[in-house]
């Protein structure tokens, strides 16, 4: 059943209706046991049905309040009516009394049952009568309809237990029926309409429908008592009874519409209040201050967070001037300007945007914040709201950067600088070096010695390593500030091209280079060509003195990126110094047993980097070596 | 006869790297008619002429170091190239940096050629020697 109707703000409430089960099935039996002792008090003899069982009304009423559930509290209702009310002329209370008892018990709440469930189907009211729609439907159904059930089970039952005759059935059950459907139709709507706790339209209302009711009510009673005869008396009770049954029900309908009007205004306003409550919660509890001001300019809600980031508890700051709470003395103009001109034109440079500005704690301390205001149409003037945070962490996380982003192009300009520097100056002492040397060599030969040529070699040999050297640290360093240009690679096509070259450069060695099917990448062409190079020379140097040498070169894609390898079966490495291998002037091998400046690796690897790729190597001494590289598919990121 | 007309200017500040050159141009029989200055004022002054003196003369080839005290390479470079009388002279970049800045200068400029100049003397000789030629006869003048 539902409840939504405990929902209902509790001044509206006249009382208090059993919540527990027990408490209803008290109140449900006892009531249905009194109405039941009241009415036979006006059965009329010699049936045992009387002509109006208000008892029914009831047992629908309390269905409909509590729920289905209260159907045994109807049985035993009726019971109790049946010992209450018993003759003790009339035989011993033997167990067939007993069994009939039951039985008629069990029709009036299967009825009670059926014309709740009939009810709570064809009507869209949560309770029914409470508004004006369906009000008729919803007494015939209360009433011929559903009181079709207690009649049959209660007559069938007399009948069955000898208590009536065949004869005496189709007039027991009429008066039966026409009782319970009285009963139900007069105070199903009447018990709805007055139930503590349920409300459905005022006082006025309710006496509205009642009064008249209770007068014919009355009337019909007053005429019935002073009826003569059998059927006199029913013809009062009957087109008595339906009578205010129907002046019930044109009550109900005229007044149900106001009364539904009124129970929708309160739901609405109830669900408004809870709306308004919640946003209330959310804006209160924001972690964002909330500033909310009017056209004047002075403060009208300040949540929590605002108390915490402008030090004014929210009774101190409203109703305050914001311009003099939370503005800088220095803004405090501008504010006052910029809030003048948005009243007069309805524009405003900082209205719906979010802004930056200095905002003024209460201790006197100013710290950046962030904000947005909007602004609202407030029937002819206008509010405004701020929803705003402290951001002087941010501000000084982005100082440091700036900083740090200054120092590092300060570094990157020294280093520049420097690199420049090594370019000229120190080739040039180098260059005289080597060229002396040499002009020495060639002038002088025929007065020098074999060993004075040896050890001028060895001059002019190592004065060419040295510039070798500065060659390849500012390739190395150039590498670092060059910026990527990124095209699709053929890199079977560049392998072949720096194959070519390596082979070139050893002339007369039996090489043999297989490149197989590589897949393409993206990268900068020239640095992976680089790359390339100094692989294959590495590999075309260390498989000196094998006959054949060979090198092959493959490559083979994977989710994320293409790896390429370049394997040799040259001189190898120590894996215990594989780490070393790509590490700037880092050299596994003597000068004497391959030459080199230790440097191409770090290219390769400074190059791979660049890409967003990775190096690797692989090998052991004596059994040659596979140093390759990944770069991420699609290019880097 | 006059003297004979200067064919190659040397701008040079480092006297190793000039002796250097100048015997790589005399390697190759180029070295009869050099005129070498130690900076980029005194190669302007050769030019384009100081103030009060006119210009010493019309070299069929400038060779010049960028880097120069007083005004360096680029600066000569720009202003021969800048002036009328001078436009047409090739220059000849020559330099140790490979920097890239310094070659996308002097492109700019209008360089004729650029040449880094090697540590090993055999590769400098050749490619002063290669280019001094080259120059010499691409902009032989008619003779007097």
Redesign the interface.
């Known amino acids: 059943m539902p409840r939504r109707r405990t929902e209902v703000p509790s001044e509206n409430r006249v009382g208090r209706l059993p919540r527990s089960l027990p408490g209803q099935l008290l109140l449900t039996a006892a009531l249905y046991a009194v109405a039941g002792r009241i009415a036979l008090l006006m059965a009329i003899p010699p049936g045992y049905a009387t002509a109006v069982w208000p008892a029914a009304g009831f047992a629908l009423a309390c269905v409909l309040v509590f729920g289905p559930r209260v159907w045994p509290a109807v049985v035993v209702g009726s019971f109790l009516v049946n010992v209450w009310t018993r003759d003790p002329s009339s035989g011993a209370w033997d167990a067939p009394s007993v069994v009939v008892a039951v039985a008629i018990g069990c029709g009036a709440a299967a009825q009670a049952a059926l014309g709740g469930f009939l009810l709570r189907r064809s009507v869209e009211e949560t309770t029914p009568f409470s508004g004006d729609r369906g009000v008729l439907r919803s007494l015939i159904l209360a009433g011929p309809v559903s009181c079709l059930v207690s009649s049959s089970a209660g007559v069938t039952t007399l009948l069955a237990a000898g208590r009536i005759g065949p004869g005496e059935y189709a007039q027991n059950w009429f008066t039966w029926w026409v009782g319970d459907a009285i009963g139900a139709i007069v105070f199903t709507p009447l018990l709805l309409l007055w139930a503590p706790g349920l409300r459905r339209g005022g006082l006025a209302r309710r006496l509205t429908v009642t009064l008249p009711f209770l007068v014919m009510f009355a009337a019909v009673t007053g005429l019935f008592l002073r009826a003569q005869g059998w059927w006199e008396s029913w013809l009062i009770l009957a087109c008595g009874l339906l009578l205010t049954g129907l002046l019930g029900a044109l009550l109900l309908v005229l007044t149900g519409g106001a009364a539904r009007f009124e129970d929708l205004l309160h739901q609405r306003t109830a669900a408004l209040a809870r709306a308004e409550e919640r946003a209330r919660a959310i804006v209160e509890t924001s972690h964002e201050a909330f500033v909310a001001i009017n056209a004047e300019g002075r403060i009208t809600q300040w949540n929590r967070a605002a108390e915490a980031t402008f030090g004014w508890a929210a009774p101190e700051a409203l109703g305050r001037v914001l311009a003099e709470t939370i503005v800088p003395p220095r803004l405090r103009t501008a504010h006052r300007e910029g809030l003048a001109r948005f009243l007069a034109t309805g524009e405003g440079p900082v209205v719906g945007r979010r802004i930056e500005m200095e905002g003024l704690h209460r201790d006197g301390r100013e710290f950046p914040v962030e904000l947005t205001i909007t602004a609202l149409r407030a029937g002819d003037s206008w509010v405004f709201n701020a929803f705003l945070h402290d951001i002087s962490e941010r501000k000084r996380a982005q100082r440091a950067i700036e900083g740090k982003s200054a120092e590092l192009e300060a570094a990157n300009r020294e280093l520049e600088a420097f690199?420049?520097s090594v370019?000229?100056?120190l080739?040039?002492?180098?260059?005289?070096v080597?060229?002396?040397a040499?002009?020495l060599e060639k002038d002088f030969a025929p007065r020098l010695d074999g060993e004075g040529l040896r050890l001028l070699g060895v001059v002019r040999k190592n004065?060419?390593r040295?510039?070798a050297l500065i060659e390849d640290l500012?390739a190395l360093s150039?590498l670092g500030r060059q910026a990527l240009e990124l095209v699709p690679l053929d890199m079977a096509a560049l392998a072949r091209e720096a194959a070519a070259e390596a082979t070139a450069a050893a002339p007369g060695r039996p090489i043999r280079v297989e490149v197989g099917d590589l897949p393409s990448a993206r990268g900068d062409r020239s640095l992976v060509l680089q790359v390339w190079q100094n692989l294959l020379a590495n590999a075309v140097k260390f498989t000196c003195g094998r006959d054949p040498a060979v090198v092959e070169v493959t490559g083979r894609a994977s989710d994320s990126e293409v790896v390429y390898s370049v394997r040799d079966n040259g001189a190898g490495f120590d894996m215990r110094y594989a780490e070393k291998l790509f590490g700037v002037f880092q050299r596994l091998h003597t000068q004497e047993e391959f030459e080199g400046t230790g440097v191409g690796l770090a290219i390769v690897q400074r190059i791979a980097h660049r890409h967003g790729g990775r190096v690797f190597a692989e090998g052991r001494p004596g059994e040659g070596a596979t140093v390759g590289f990944a770069l991420p598919r699609g290019g880097p990121a | 006869m006059t003297a004979e007309p200067v064919e190659i200017l040397l701008v040079e500040d480092?006297d190793?790297?000039a002796e250097?050159a100048l015997?790589a141009l005399r390697e190759r029989n180029l070295a009869n008619k050099i005129v070498r200055v130690r900076d980029g004022a005194e190669a302007l002054d050769y030019l384009l002429g100081a103030p009060g003196s006119p210009a010493k003369g019309k070299p069929r080839v400038v060779l010049l170091d960028l880097?120069l005290p007083k005004v360096d390479g680029i600066e000569v470079l720009r202003r021969v190239k800048a002036d009328e009388r001078t436009r047409t002279i090739p220059v000849v970049v020559l330099?140790?940096?490979?920097?890239?800045r310094d070659l996308v200068r002097t492109y700019d400029l209008g360089v004729n050629s650029f040449v880094t100049?090697?540590?090993?003397?055999?590769e400098?000789a050749e490619a002063v020697g290669q280019l001094g030629l080259y120059w010499l006869l691409l902009n032989r003048q008619p003779g007097p």
């Open positions: 690199t420049y370019s000229h100056d080739r040039a002492p180098l260059r005289a080597e060229g002396f040499s002009i004065a060419l040295m510039s500012l150039r | 480092r190793e790297d250097l015997r880097k330099t140790s940096s490979r920097e890239e100049k090697p540590v090993g003397f055999e400098f």
